[in-house]
């Protein structure tokens, strides 16, 4: 089982683990059938764990991220405003508004060191670093010396 598993206040993991993914992510569309969800990938290196989100579009002021307990919860939230004004004999302004808004929660092992999470947000992708404990790190095989 992945370390890093994510969760959903709405249905039991085991539906999510035989699905794959959030079932909210099948109930969360802009009206046109594709998800406003984005793409998360989980990495797990020697020093802890790293967590990208593909958001494009977004600026990090649209991102929240909250732990609790040892739950990481993502969240974004984006207000779109188009208007467009037309020329011709009759004259009308159309204005269109867009929100749009995703929550992912993540339960953390409990082998991570949660005051050094860190995140970065650049070009579209959200980093987040989340480091182990130090005593949680795989360490290499050392030789044992047999005393005579």
């Given at each position: 089982?992945?370390?890093?598993?994510?969760?959903?206040?709405?249905?039991?993991?085991?539906?999510?683990?035989?699905?794959?993914?959030?079932?909210?992510d099948l109930f969360n569309t802009n009206g046109s059938g594709v998800t406003n969800v984005p793409a998360v990938n989980v990495v797990e290196h020697h020093d802890g764990f790293r967590i990208e989100v593909a958001a494009p579009g977004l600026k990090k002021e649209d991102f929240k991220l909250n732990l609790n307990h040892n739950n990481l919860t993502?969240?974004?939230?984006?207000?779109n405003q188009k208007e467009e004004q037309e020329k011709s004999a009759e004259r009308y302004t159309r204005r269109e508004f867009s929100y749009s808004s995703?929550?992912?929660?993540?339960?953390?092992?409990?082998?991570?060191?949660?005051?050094?999470?860190?995140?970065?947000?650049?070009?579209?992708l959200l980093k987040i670093e989340v480091p182990k404990r130090e005593e949680a790190k795989v360490k290499p095989p050392r030789q044992?010396?047999?005393?005579g």
């Open positions: 089982m992945n370390p890093l598993t994510r969760t959903n206040n709405h249905f039991p993991s085991l539906i999510e683990n035989f699905f794959g993914r959030d079932m909210n993502i969240s974004g939230y984006r207000e995703f929550q992912r929660t993540f339960t953390l092992p409990t082998s991570i060191d949660a005051e050094h999470i860190q995140a970065t947000y650049t070009d579209g044992i010396e047999i005393g």
